[in-house]
Every structure is written in structure tokens, then in C-alpha cells.
């Protein structure tokens, strides 16, 4: 047998001990005591075989020698430390090993004759360029770190599978060129190092069996079990969601790891806060209850006795009995103690599992073996236990929208696109109701759809509000400052005066930007100061029809003037609505090209969000020409809403400016609705992304400048790709053919947003019918 486990191979491989025996030659040269005795005669022995210096090339070789390798190897061995160490002669990355310290050999024959022992996830394309690195470095003098931790993964007697870590010493190793060797330069140095996957280009440049590996390497084997494990914990725990249909026995596999323990079974109860009351987890086929055994719920009081119900509840402490039928043996355990012994538990772990002080509910370990679980090894699920709080706290928070009670009403406001889902969920409630009363609905989630996201939204708003309240304002204050003055005028009270100073400092107020509160402020004063001295003093006639003028102006609502802002009310209504009927009716169009979800909201302007994908319409067979489809029929509408708005806008009593924007997401994302808010949103962490970017891309600047990237009587495109750009320019050439936007096309790059970078625009401004008109002529 030689020593090619992997068909190609860098190297050829020569197993010589040629260091060791220069070594020795050293030693035998100082000729000072026992040692240079003791080296001299391994060098005569070995004098009559010249592979242990110029390489062994099988393993026949090797196992005619053992006992003359072994005395070799003897210092790099010591005997003191062979039921200690886990140790052998290998060569790096082959499954090539011999000369076994005593724990080592132990190891293996516990795993059996029929084990083969292999790196974990180590294929020979690793192989390769990890030996073809090695060159690189030793050879070419390069400072590469390719190095993964490597494990070898061994079931012990008792079948628990073992995780060593492989630490390799390479000081006895030496790489020679051979004639087939191909010289490398720094570019081909680079070139490697940017093509990793590039396989061919590595056997290129490092040809099969082109340089020669002499020597032998040590491997040393580190126990790594509980820390790999607990990182397999860690990646279950991750996967692990209200849908999973079994982890317990992924769960059961890592902690008898953990534990050593091969019969060791893990349970979970629930436990409800309110009614101190224990049930076992909705889907039962994921994780039993050994607490409950074949009961779904019972008060904690009942099923536990009252030393661990004050231990786990009360004090939210773990317990430990090692000796399950001893604990039973004391009348107060007995009928918890017999309980276990009957599902066959010998010792068990009860851990609470404890967030922000609330009980989620109870882990339990147990085994058939007493002493097996005690006080002592329950210390290794403090290394486990964060991990566990927080997928369970996850696992609760997704059966929570499960559990809660709904039926088809309770349904509100559902588009007809998706109302399929919610009446097949809704029947299956009906015809589950008499056979599984604790049915639970389950949530409504639409996987792979694409989202449209766009906005018509009315230009400086706020500000224009802000304006109409202070004109509001000012108006009010001078209705009153002209009264207080004839009231002066008759009655010449020095009181009026003042007042008529302090009515005329709050009017000098409205001149700068109006604070949050200062309304308030001055509505206050009125009603406390000035209404109740217009109704009480015997006011002439002139004098008395400014105060019913002024009286006749107040809003009967918000006791203040209010003419302005309902100006303002009406236009921003006026603009909502009509935007609102023109996106609704060609809605309906859309819908017969492909069913798809959409819904829109109106605050200064409407927005609307659109999902089209197969999942939403399965009968449909959805294909991206659909997606397409839509994007085109979104950038029409919105042309169109702008030229809508603009022939209103001469109607209206303010004469308000909308921009428009589009936000380009080509990624699939999923949607799930929320019962609590009772309509649809983005699921997950990666999909949440487009819902950050959706939030604050309208206030979004353009790169370098104070500018906004949207502008009116232009639609704004926001995107991220340049496959989107290019897609974006055929729907705008097209558009621009027929006469529904301008010719000039603005690329943009979008200042970074919180968490957001990378964004670009394209903006194009819309022919209104005026211009349109003019072009025609």
C-alpha cells in the first residue's frame, strides 16, 4: 500500500527519518555519556536500512520497522506520558498515521475495526492547494495562513461521538523540488492566491508528484468535544423555528457530547407565568415533557412536590438528583420520585429557563443510569443555557402568533389577491373544530415574493402647515390687538394697554419659525386673559361688532382661528384623494395582467407598497416578464399621478408641488402578517433591510450636496444594481417614445443612509399636459 489516499497528489511522499538520525549523529559525536551510547547504537542499527534515511514510499515499509521506528521515536515520545498524550506519526493532511502513544491506540480500538478515521469535511481539492501551500511557504519564503481547524470526529465504546482537534508539528519535514517542478514567479504567486476554486490552474502550476515531501510529521490530538459541541448547539439553535418538526434528536446527539452520557434523553416543558401552570410544547413530535409524561397540562403544585417547586419556581434555581429511587424514598418525593422511575429515569437535570426573570419553562436531562446526572455535571449547562433562553424566547415569540384566536372576521381589511390563504386557513379551522379544539391557526406567510415599493409625496408639507398656522395665528392676534385698542379707546384703562403690549409681543413672535408649544402658549393666554375682558365690558357698537366679527372667526373645534390651515386640510385632501382614485382604479387593470398583493397609505402624499410572485398566485405560473410588467405599469402610473396633480393644482387653495419615487428591490423577499397590527410586513433580519431603506429614502440627498434626490414634476428611481439601471433605461427610452417623460435623464449617486450605502438614482422629469401640447404643435 503506498501513501496516495487522494488521486493527485503534489507530492511524492517519502516517510524518512533522516532529521532524527542527524540528530543522534550529533549526540554520538559528543561522546559525553549514556545518551551518546544510546544514540550511537540506533544509528548502528538502522545503518543496514537506508530507507529510514532516504524514505519509505508504503506502508509495508513502515510496519516491517515499527519496533525500530518506535525506539527512534522515543524522545518525541516519551514513555512517561503515552496514556496522557493523544499522539502519532503522520503526514500532514493524509489519513497516513503510525507509532501510536497508548490513549491514542485506545481511542481507535474503541472506535472499532470497521471505523475509518478522516478529517471532518476535508475533500482533495482542501487537500491539494492546503500541500500546495505548504510549498508556497517553506519554498517561497510566502506568509499564507490557510489554515482551518481540523477535526477528526470518533465514536468512543459507548457509541458517543468524540470531537479531537488536529494540532500538526512539521519541524521534520523538508520539501524538494523534483525536475517536474514549475518555477513560479510573483505573478503566478498572485494569481493563485485570487483563484482558490481554480483547481486546474493549481495542478497547473504545482503538477502531480512534482516535489517531494521527505520526512515525517507529529500529530497531536486536543479533546474538543464539549467546545464542539456547544458550537453545533449554537448552529441548531439558529435553524430552529415554531416550524421545525423535529430537533429534539439533534438537541439529544450534541448533549450526550456534552455530557458523556449515551442514554441521556432531553425533555421540555412550557410553563405559563399567569396561571403557574405547566403544558407541554404545541408540536410534540419536536421535544417530549418527562414533568408531564402523557398529560398536555397540570398546575405546578400537582406535578411537583414542593422542594422542587421552590427550587425551580419560586427560587428559579436548577436541580440535581443523582439517585432518583433514593429520592423517592422519602414520603414527600414519593410521588414526584415514582413518577420519573416510571418513564425509567434513573437521575435527571431540571433546569428554568429564566429571561428577564420570567419562567419560559423547564429543561430536563435525564438518564436511565443513576449518578449519571448530578450536581456537579449540571455546571456544563451554564456553558449552553443563553443559547437555550434565547431560541426558546424565539420558539414562543413565533407560536405566539400562532396561538392567538382567529377567524375569518378578525381578518380586516384583507386584499383580494391573498384572501385565498386566510379562507383556506379559516375552513380548515371549521373543519378541525370538533375533532382538535386547541387547534391553532397558522400564521400567513407568502415566500419569494418582489416588492414595488412608490410614493407621490407633496413637497415641503410641513413647512407649508407650519406657515398656515402662523398666518392663522398672526391674523388672530391682530383681529385682537385692533379690539383691545378701541377698548382702550373707550375706556382708557391702563390694564388694556399692557394687554394690547403683551398681544403685540406675541404678534412679533410669529415672525421667526414657530416653536412646538408656543400655540398653546398663546391659546392659553387668550382664554385666560383677553376673552374674558371682550365679555364683560359694555362695548359700543363698533367696538362690539369687532368683537362678534372676531368671535364668528374661531374654530368651534379648536377655540382658535383656523381658516388658513383648513385652506391647507382641503388641498393636501384634495391631493390624497385624487391621487388615491387614480391609483385605485388603475389598480384594478394591474390586477388582471397578474394578481398580485397591494396596499397604500395616505399622509402627505400616497404611498403604496405592490408583491408579485408565484406564491401569491400559485394557479398563475409566474414568471419574471410579470415582475417586468409591473415595474413598467408602476413608472406609467406614477407619470400619470403627476400630471393629474399638476392639472389640479390651479383648483387648489395652496399651490403645493408633489415629487414622486420609485424604490427598486430585485431580491425575493417573504412577508408574513402580523397579528398584532393586523396587516402584512417584511419577515426576517436580510428582508428587513428593504424595509429600512423604504423608511428613509424619501429625505435621502443626493451625494456631496444639501439637495434632495427628489425634485418636483420628476420621478425619482432609487436602486442598487447595475442590472436594475439598465432595466430602468429601456422603461424610460420607452416612455420617452411616447411623450410621457422628458428626454433628460439625471444619474445620481445617493449619500449614505444609517445602515444604507451604495444606493444610486436616476431621475427623469414628466411631460405635464401643457408641455406635452406644446411638443405635439
Known amino acids: 500500500m503506498n501513501f496516495n489516499q487522494f488521486q493527485d497528489n503534489p507530492f511524492v511522499i517519502k516517510v524518512s527519518f533522516h532529521k532524527v538520525l542527524e540528530a543522534l549523529e550529533e549526540i554520538a559525536a559528543s561522546d559525553v555519556d549514556y545518551r551518546s551510547n544510546y544514540a550511537k547504537a540506533l544509528i548502528e542499527k538502522t545503518a543496514p536500512f537506508p530507507e529510514f534515511r532516504e524514505g519509505m514510499t508504503t506502508m509495508k515499509q513502515i510496519e516491517d520497522n515499527e519496533v525500530l521506528i518506535n525506539h527512534l521515536m522515543a524522545d518525541l515520545f516519551p514513555t512517561a506520558l503515552t496514556h496522557n498524550e493523544i499522539k502519532a506519526v503522520t503526514i500532514p493532511f493524509l489519513n497516513i498515521t503510525f507509532n501510536y502513544t497508548e490513549r491514542f491506540k485506545k481511542i481507535i480500538n474503541e472506535a472499532g475495526s470497521a471505523f475509518d478515521i478522516n478529517i471532518r469535511d476535508f475533500d482533495e481539492h482542501q487537500f491539494y492547494i492546503m500541500s500546495c501551500s505548504l510549498i508556497l511557504n517553506a519554498f517561497y519564503n510566502q506568509h499564507f495562513d490557510f489554515s482551518k481547524p481540523l477535526f477528526y470526529d470518533i465514536p468512543n465504546a459507548e457509541g458517543i461521538m468524540k470531537h479531537y482537534r488536529i494540532l500538526y508539528n512539521a519541524d521534520f519535514l523538508e520539501i524538494i523540488p523534483t525536475e517536474k517542478a514549475v518555477k513560479l514567479t510573483q505573478e503566478d504567486i498572485d494569481q493563485l492566491i485570487d483563484n482558490f476554486d481554480d483547481i486546474e490552474l493549481w495542478k497547473e502550476k504545482f503538477p502531480k508528484e512534482s516535489w517531494i515531501l521527505k520526512g515525517f510529521g507529529i500529530v497531536l490530538l486536543f479533546d474538543a468535544t464539549t467546545e464542539n459541541a456547544v458550537s453545533n448547539l449554537k448552529s441548531d439553535l439558529l435553524k430552529v423555528t415554531g416550524d421545525e418538526n423535529d430537533f429534539s434528536e439533534s438537541f439529544q446527539r450534541i448533549f450526550r457530547s456534552i455530557f458523556k452520557i449515551p442514554d441521556l434523553r432531553i425533555g421540555f416543558t412550557s410553563f405559563i407565568q399567569e396561571e403557574i401552570k405547566f403544558n407541554t410544547m404545541p408540536n410534540k413530535k419536536q421535544v417530549s415533557s418527562f414533568i408531564l409524561s402523557e398529560n398536555s397540562e397540570m398546575k405546578c403544585q400537582n406535578a411537583l412536590n414542593s422542594s422542587v417547586f421552590k427550587t425551580l419556581i419560586e427560587d428559579k434555581k436548577r436541580i440535581a438528583i443523582s439517585n432518583v429511587r433514593k429520592f423517592a424514598e422519602a414520603p414527600e418525593n414519593e410521588k414526584f420520585g415514582c413518577h420519573f422511575l416510571s418513564q425509567g429515569i434513573e437521575s435527571c437535570i431540571l433546569a428554568p429557563v429564566v429571561k428577564d ?280 402610473i406614477l407619470a400619470e399621478m403627476e400630471r393629474e396633480h399638476y392639472a389640479l393644482k390651479a383648483s387648489l387653495p395652496y399651490q403645493l408641488e408633489v415629487t414622486s419615487l420609485i424604490l427598486v428591490f430585485s431580491s425575493p423577499i417573504t412577508i408574513r402578517f402580523r397579528m398584532d397590527e393586523k396587516r402584512f410586513d417584511v419577515d426576517g433580519s436580510y428582508n428587513a433591510r428593504y424595509e429600512v431603506v423604504k423608511k428613509r429614502i424619501d429625505k435621502a440627498l443626493e451625494k456631496g450636496t444639501q439637495k434632495r434626490i427628489t425634485e418636483k414634476g420628476k420621478i425619482t428611481i432609487v436602486y442598487s444594481h447595475s442590472h436594475e439601471e439598465k432595466e430602468y433605461k429601456k422603461y424610460i427610452e420607452y416612455l420617452q417614445f411616447q411623450k410621457v417623460l422628458e428626454p433628460t435623464v439625471e444619474f445620481l449617486d445617493v449619500e449614505d443612509l444609517q445602515g444604507v450605502s451604495g444606493l444610486k438614482a436616476i431621475r427623469v422629469k414628466v411631460i405635464l399636459n401643457e408641455e406635452k401640447k406644446a411638443i405635439a404643435n
Open 357 to 636: 426573570d420570567k419562567i419560559l419553562g423547564i429543561i430536563e436531562l435525564v438518564s436511565s443510569m443513576p449518578r449519571e446526572l448530578n450536581s456537579l455535571n449540571a455546571n456544563k449547562l451554564d456553558t449552553v443555557m443563553p443559547f437555550i433562553m434565547d431560541t426558546i424566547e424565539r420558539y414562543y415569540s413565533d407560536i405566539q402568533n400562532k396561538i392567538e384566536v382567529i377567524i375569518q372576521h378578525e381578518y380586516t381589511t384583507i386584499h383580494p389577491s391573498v384572501y385565498w390563504k386566510f379562507q383556506k386557513e379559516a375552513r380548515k379551522y371549521i373543519l378541525e373544530e370538533n375533532l382538535n379544539p386547541d387547534y391553532i391557526f397558522k400564521e400567513i406567510v407568502f415566500k419569494d415574493v418582489y416588492p414595488l415599493y412608490g410614493q407621490i409625496d407633496i413637497k415641503e408639507s410641513s413647512d407649508t402647515r407650519n406657515r398656515a398656522a402662523q398666518t392663522d395665528i398672526k391674523n388672530q392676534l391682530s383681529s385682537l390687538i385692533k379690539i383691545v385698542e378701541a377698548l382702550h379707546f373707550q375706556f382708557n384703562l391702563d390694564i388694556l394697554e399692557q394687554r394690547k403690549f403683551e398681544l403685540e409681543g406675541f404678534f412679533k413672535e410669529m415672525f421667526s419659525s414657530l416653536k412646538a408649544d408656543t400655540e398653546q402658549q398663546i391659546q392659553r393666554y387668550i382664554e385666560a386673559e383677553i376673552h374674558p375682558i371682550l365679555n364683560k365690558h359694555n362695548a359700543n357698537d363698533a367696538v362690539q361688532t369687532l368683537i362678534d366679527d372676531y368671535f364668528g372667526e374661531i374654530d368651534e373645534i379648536t377655540g382658535a382661528f383656523y381658516q388658513e390651515r383648513k385652506k391647507f386640510d382641503k388641498t393636501l385632501t384634495s391631493i390624497n384623494k385624487k391621487m388615491s382614485q387614480l391609483l385605485d382604479s388603475k389598480q384594478k387593470e394591474a390586477q388582471a395582467i397578474f394578481p398580485h398583493y397591494f396596499e397604500r397609505f395616505n399622509t402627505d402624499g400616497v404611498e403604496h407598497n405592490l408583491y408579485i410572485g408565484n406564491s401569491i398566485a400559485p394557479q398563475s405560473n409566474f414568471d419574471l416578464n410579470y415582475l417586468y410588467n409591473m415595474r413598467l405599469w408602476q413608472l406609467q
